[in-house]
């Protein structure tokens, strides 16, 4: 019984990986229409839930105050997410863009002490650091690069995650053998 429960497991968590990889691939290939598309389903879920939540307080016996709050956090919370993602994402760029060129520059400072100290590896904290302010002037400039750099993340992710539940199913038949 519990090998049929792993089996079942292990074939569920690998639709669940191709489905992360085809959302990898629409990321990478449609960046702005995928998180379009994604904040417009999560915003609808929120708004269904706080729909869902005002209905069971408007007709419930007992008046709960938290089900009411819940509600409308549910439901602005639903509004804000699907018109309101691109706008966000974007202040999230800008965070992270300004983050990674705050420490290539903190990194670009360490590496003078670095040579004052004649360290051997001050040139490659030097390239480094440089790197790391060039990738936050990308990230700053090029929006699509980060939905990008996510879905090919999740692509590897999930492909990796396939390959380990397939050989996890492997070893249970060879062990049940």
Same mark, same amino acid.
């Given at each position: 019984?519990?090998?049929?429960?792993?089996?079942? %497991?292990?074939?569920?968590?690998?639709? &669940?990986?191709?489905?992360?990889?085809? @959302?990898?691939? @629409? /990321?990478?290939?449609?960046?702005?229409?995928?998180?379009?598309?994604?904040?417009?389903? /999560? =915003?609808?879920?929120?708004?269904?839930?706080?729909?869902?939540?005002?209905?069971?307080?408007?007709?419930?016996? #007992?008046?709960?105050?938290?089900?009411? #709050?819940?509600?409308?956090?549910?439901?602005?919370? =639903?509004?804000?997410?699907?018109?309101?993602?691109?706008?966000? /994402?974007?202040?999230?760029?800008?965070?992270?863009?300004?983050?990674?060129?705050?420490?290539?520059?903190?990194?670009?400072?360490? #590496?003078?002490?670095?040579?004052?100290?004649? %360290?051997?590896?001050?040139?490659?904290?030097?390239?480094? %650091?440089?790197?790391?302010? &060039?990738? =936050?002037?990308?990230? @700053?400039?090029?929006?699509?690069?980060?939905? #990008?750099?996510? =879905?090919?993340?999740?692509?590897? +992710?999930?492909? @990796?995650?396939?390959?380990?539940?397939?050989?996890?199913?492997?070893? &249970?038949?060879? +062990?049940?053998?």
């Amino acid at each position: 019984m519990f090998e049929k429960f792993l089996k079942r %497991s292990n074939w569920t968590d690998i639709v &669940i990986s191709i489905v992360f990889v085809l @959302l990898g691939i @629409l /990321l990478v290939v449609k960046p702005n229409e995928t998180i379009a598309a994604i904040s417009t389903l /999560l =915003g609808i879920l929120f708004i269904t839930i706080g729909v869902l939540k005002l209905i069971q307080y408007f007709t419930s016996d #007992t008046k709960d105050d938290y089900l009411l #709050t819940i509600a409308l956090i549910s439901v602005v919370f =639903g509004v804000i997410v699907m018109f309101g993602s691109i706008a966000i /994402l974007s202040l999230f760029r800008i965070i992270l863009g300004l983050w990674i060129i705050a420490a290539g520059i903190m990194d670009l400072q360490t #590496t003078l002490i670095w040579k004052e100290v004649k %360290s051997p590896y001050w040139t490659l904290t030097l390239v480094l %650091s440089m790197l790391m302010i &060039i990738a =936050g002037i990308v990230l @700053l400039i090029n929006a699509e690069i980060l939905y #990008t750099t996510i =879905g090919i993340i999740t692509i590897v +992710y999930a492909t @990796l995650d396939i390959i380990d539940r397939i050989i996890f199913m492997k070893k &249970i038949e060879n +062990y049940n053998k």
